[in-house]
């Protein structure tokens, strides 16, 4: 998640305060219910595991790995290698400026990594995505290497079931920890983005679960109706959005909500272990796997 900059004074202050306590009690609410198990790598290969998913994630969080550093550009080049061992087509780095005036205005080239799973009926596509880029010194498993496994999983997974019906969409973005702009040169740039009909964004702010639905698009109910019929285990609550919309950060989830496309959208994020948060010990030592596995269930269902 990136943050919001800016000072806060007086009512602004108040308002956030209380805003605080308010998402402290719906957090701790939802931290009582416990996670799922981990699924084992013994599994039907139609089933998401985390426990398949964890080489993936140890080699995302192998090194630090900021934009502009060595560690990011092949951290990109590891990504391209496996979508494309994983069947999908047109696999590519989409090299852009992107360029975000919600919290800037700031600007800086960068480098997503996309690829699109081919479905039989056409039709809007669905868009799984999440930021592999993290800040200086972090490791970034929580935030946002957890859910960058997670979806790598679920193409697995998928690659072993029926056809689909529509397309999928696979958005790794770059820069979302300076200020959205992977995000933000997809929409703007990228053909793609015209096809797509629902983004499913997954974000982290610690390294444990349980992962919520916090954010929809407006005009939601179909899409709750989906995420209930489709996760056996989805946990959200009708505060989140509202309080979420008081915190000062974004999602990259943010740009498509501000964009001119009518797309239908949820956000999902997990918030345990907030401490290790944008920190060295965000680490996949630190990590609760169960994590991984919830994202994953929520993208395969």
Not at 30 to 42: N, Y
Not at 44 to 61: G, H, K, N, W
Not at 147 to 171: F, K, N, Y
Request: aromatic share 6%.
């Amino acid at each position: 998640m990136a943050g919001r900059p800016g000072p806060m004074r007086g009512g602004r202050a108040a308002e956030l305060t209380a805003t605080l306590i308010l998402a402290l009690g719906t957090w701790l609410g939802f931290a009582t219910v416990g996670l799922p198990g981990v699924v084992p790598a013994s599994a039907p290969a139609t089933a998401v595991s985390a426990e398949r998913a964890m080489p993936d994630l140890r080699m995302i969080t192998a090194t630090p790995h900021a934009i502009g550093t060595p560690e990011h550009d092949r951290l990109r080049d590891y990504l391209v290698d496996r979508l494309r061992a994983l069947g999908l087509s047109d696999v590519h780095v989409q090299s852009a400026t992107g360029f975000n005036t919600l919290d800037g205005p700031i600007a800086a080239t960068v480098a997503n990594v996309v690829a699109r799973k081919r479905g039989i009926a056409g039709g809007p596509a669905i868009l799984l995505t999440a930021h592999y880029d993290a800040v200086p010194r972090s490791y970034g498993a929580g935030d946002d290497g957890a859910a960058v496994a997670a979806i790598l999983e679920t193409l697995r997974a998928l690659a072993s079931g029926p056809p689909l019906d529509h397309d999928v969409i696979v958005l790794f973005s770059d820069a979302e920890e300076e200020g959205l702009l992977g995000a933000e040169a997809f929409v703007s740039l990228h053909p793609w983005a015209k096809d797509v009909g629902v983004v499913l964004n997954f974000e982290g702010r610690g390294d444990a679960g349980p992962v919520f639905m916090f954010q929809t698009s407006p005009g939601n109910a179909p899409l709750i109706k989906a995420l209930a019929a489709s996760a056996t285990d989805a946990r959200t609550n009708s505060l989140t959005g509202e309080v979420y919309r008081h915190l000062p950060s974004d999602t990259d989830l943010s740009i498509w909500l501000h964009s001119g496309f009518a797309v239908g959208a949820l956000n999902f994020a997990h918030v345990g272990g907030y401490t290790h948060y944008h920190t060295p010990l965000d680490n996949v030592a630190s990590l609760d796997p169960r994590v991984v596995q919830q994202i994953a269930d929520y993208a395969l269902g």
